[in-house]
């Protein structure tokens, strides 16, 4: 067994594996990818060993068995889904899981915004939302959700809350490794940042061996603990 396939097996679920633990079948799960009412699956291997990752593209020969990956996290979204289906058309219920999503996920980056991290194009100077950022945020979250995205990079991808959590303390993070003073900064300062990445460490996936080394978990924990001399090393493939 490669690392690759360790890895996707570790974290991952097949079609048939999610189906059954959604008790649906992997037809009706297909369907509901098909139509963006679920999260597609983040990783797919084909017959010749081509691994199509939902966040980084295309690698070849990547020694995985064939097949759809899907993570166990999604299984909220499609009971959620099959709920919704039930008794509506597929169009109506998209539109109806749609507007769900957004709705909790601007609640949720309402919070973020004064728990973590300011969200200067979605909330004004006293927390209240301007409509355009906001609209806009959710829409990019959506597409991100159904495509797979956030099932790659998201521990925990089971709510809007745990993904707007990992996406703002990356969006912060990334503002603050672009410091060139970083390194200078005091050491209450630090102790604050070292806290940051450790709550980024455990709201993100691991990454495959494949993605580690393009990987925002690569730069915002690995070298940016380095950068600021914290103690202790982050193991790029163990969760931690």
């Known amino acids: 067994m490669t690392d690759l396939d360790a890895y996707l097996q570790r974290h991952y679920r097949s079609a048939e594996q999610l189906a059954a633990a959604c008790a649906t079948t992997p037809q009706t799960l297909a369907e509901l990818v098909r139509h963006r009412l679920v999260p597609a699956p983040s990783y797919s291997v084909c017959a010749q060993g081509r691994l199509h990752s939902a966040a980084f593209g295309e690698f070849a020969d990547c020694g995985a068995r064939p097949g759809d990956y899907f993570h166990p996290g999604n299984a909220a979204w499609v009971a959620l889904a099959l709920r919704v289906c039930d008794d509506r058309p597929m169009q109506a219920a998209q539109d109806e899981l749609q507007a769900r999503f957004r709705s909790g996920y601007a609640a949720a980056l309402r919070d973020c915004d004064r728990r973590i991290g300011r969200l200067r194009d979605a909330f004004d100077d006293n927390g209240e939302p301007i409509a355009a950022g906001l609209d806009a945020r959710t829409a990019e979250a959506w597409a991100a959700l159904v495509d797979g995205i956030y099932s790659l990079c998201v521990a925990d991808p089971s709510s ?40 980024y460490a455990d709201a993100a996936m691991p990454f495959s061996p494949l993605e580690y080394p393009r990987s925002s978990r690569k730069r915002l924990v690995e070298d940016f603990r380095a950068a600021l001399g914290a103690r ?3 193991s790029p493939h163990d969760g931690g």
């Open 160 to 199: 809007e809350r745990a993904i707007a959590e990992k996406e703002v303390l990356q969006e912060t993070l990334t503002a603050l490794h672009a410091d060139p003073a970083a390194s200078t900064w005091p050491d209450q300062e630090k102790a604050r940042v070292r806290g940051l990445i450790d709550r």
């Open 232 to 234: 202790g090393a982050d």
